[in-house]
């Protein structure tokens, strides 16, 4: 999936939010966050745009209302650095991500490194969701970290570690897959109501011509 990107259809309660149209002074506020590499958000923003190589089109990407990207509050804010689902094989790096200025969302270039939104919840927030996501795969990569993440179950355990040195821990709560249509983004990246993990890649059958995913697979995961 290397600059191929989750859709979130731009519908009026379906733009919740990994992705959204924010507001430029939300967006400038937070590009010192430094991933892989040393890429900044903003750059990792121009990695991921689509090129000649892309295996997924642009219109891919997860696109958000403008009402629901304006960022709340962020007092402090302990971001995850690294989330483990050993179930699924899955210990991977964790950078902050926003959104592009034409509102499609940023996710890191390799896919070994999941994207937070930073405009959700934290983990140990204990309320909203806090959504991670990440390509499933990618043609300068390879497999990607969430390669698998189909593979967890109800009753896994996963552990995110935040820039503070603590652990959160959750424990799956359901695996699903959506066409990439029908994604409840609403509920999915809803602010409000208890504290949960989700995470969010491609999955489903590979269209060659469309250079897309079918589906998305989802998990969700509540606190331990």
Known sequence: MNRRTLWLPATVTGLAAVIATITA???????????????????????????AEALEPAENRPVIERNQATPPPLPDVRPPERVTLAAAGIDAEVVPV????????E????????GWYMYGAAAGDEQGSVVL???VDSAGYGLGQLARLGEAAPGDEVVIETTDDRNV???VDRVESFA?????????????????LVMITCGGDFDERAGSYSENTVVTAVRA
Request: charged share 25%; net charge negative.
């Open 25 to 51: 002074a939300g967006l400038t506020a937070w590009t010192e966050p430094t991933g892989t590499a040393g890429k900044t958000v903003a750059s990792i923003s121009a990695d991921v745009r689509p090129g």
């Open 169 to 171: 821990r959750y424990i």
């Open 133 to 135: 996501a990440g390509h």
């Open 107 to 114: 996710l890191p270039e390799n896919p070994d490194v999941l």
């Open 98 to 105: 926003g959104v592009e200025p034409d509102g499609q969302m």
């Open 180 to 196: 990439k249509s029908e994604l409840p983004t609403a509920e999915i990246f809803h602010r409000g109501g208890e504290e949960r």
